[in-house]
């Protein structure tokens, strides 16, 4: 294992490189200048020239990349355009916002899909399972955005149920979390669905019931645990699908975490703070998958890591 483990690391270093390299590269080329954010509108030429120079912009891209390349290796991120600060120190006291609810998105759509998944397998065929699977495709189509905003209107602008913004309490969390956990659902229910229809074929779930165990003991303690195998997989994969999804929703809610400090830096072109987040972003989906991999042979002992 500790060879698998160190070829994933070796493997997760490098495309950490290229993702670093293509990002730095889009915004190299980006037509929006950082300068002008800096200088402001009315700044003369020559100050625009001098603060390009300042921030070694003037140099050609290997220049500048080699410069940023040979900084992160030493574990420094750079120092944000604007804000004058480390970049390393913003996201670092961004991060536990985003990682709570990162979290509790994770944990909605898992009990909200999973829970669909298995009912609509149970009555497969039946009115319940096309409702479900109905829901399960409205909620993945539906934008995040659209999904966040509509929560917000209802349970915060006319029942008065929830704070519509915020940070701070678990009251704070749930339409964040719910907003996050409603697209993923939909993904878990369909392959939850389709995992247990599969396993409740098997020829163990028939002597299961031959054997005249209650249902609840077959679901839960002998087709649950093998079912569940793919969704292990998924829930690596799906850290950098709620990556991208917390700059959206984050921006809706308020919600003071790395995803709402990525949106300030595309509004004003802050290159540093863009590259740390897409580079922690990228590190958290690499280590989220390798993380699925090692956890599945202590779920299903048959896997094997090679």
Do not use: C
């Not at 917390?246 to 949106?263: D, H, K």
């Amino acid at each position: 294992m500790l060879l698998y483990v160190l070829r994933r690391l070796v493997q997760a270093a490098l495309i950490l490189l290229g993702v670093s390299a293509i990002t730095f590269a889009l915004l190299y080329i980006l037509p929006a200048d950082p300068v002008r954010q800096i200088a402001g509108r009315s700044a003369t030429a020559q100050t625009v020239a001098n603060i390009r120079a300042q921030l070694g912009l003037d140099q050609p891209f290997l220049v500048q990349y080699g410069r940023y390349l040979a900084g992160l290796l030493q574990g420094d991120l750079g120092r944000s355009y604007l804000q004058r600060t480390d970049v390393a120190s913003l996201i670092l006291s961004r991060l536990p916002a985003s990682l709570l609810l990162m979290a509790a998105g994770i944990a909605a759509e898992l009990l909200i899909g999973l829970t669909m998944g298995m009912f609509a397998a149970v009555r497969r065929g039946g009115a319940a399972d096309r409702a479900l699977m109905l829901g399960s495709f409205v909620g993945v189509s539906a934008p995040q955005f659209v999904v966040g905003l509509l929560l917000l209107y209802v349970f915060g602008v006319q029942l008065r149920w929830l704070p519509i913004s915020g940070y701070g309490t678990a009251a704070h969390l749930v339409l964040p979390a719910l907003t996050l956990g409603i697209l993923g659902a939909g993904w878990y229910s369909r392959m939850m669905r389709s995992s247990m229809i599969e396993v409740l074929r098997q020829d163990y779930i028939r002597t299961a019931r031959a054997k005249g165990l209650p249902r609840a003991t077959i679901l839960f303690r002998h087709a649950l645990p093998n079912a569940i195998l793919p969704i292990v997989a998924m829930i690596g994969i799906d850290i950098g699908v709620f990556m991208g999804g917390i700059v959206v929703v984050e921006s809706v809610f308020g919600w003071p975490g790395i995803g709402q400090l990525a949106w300030q830096a595309i509004q004003r072109v802050d290159i540093p703070i863009i590259m740390g987040v897409t580079l922690v972003s990228a590190l958290a989906i690499v280590l989220g998958n390798l993380l699925a991999d090692l956890i599945a042979p202590f779920i299903d002992p048959r896997i094997k890591l090679r």
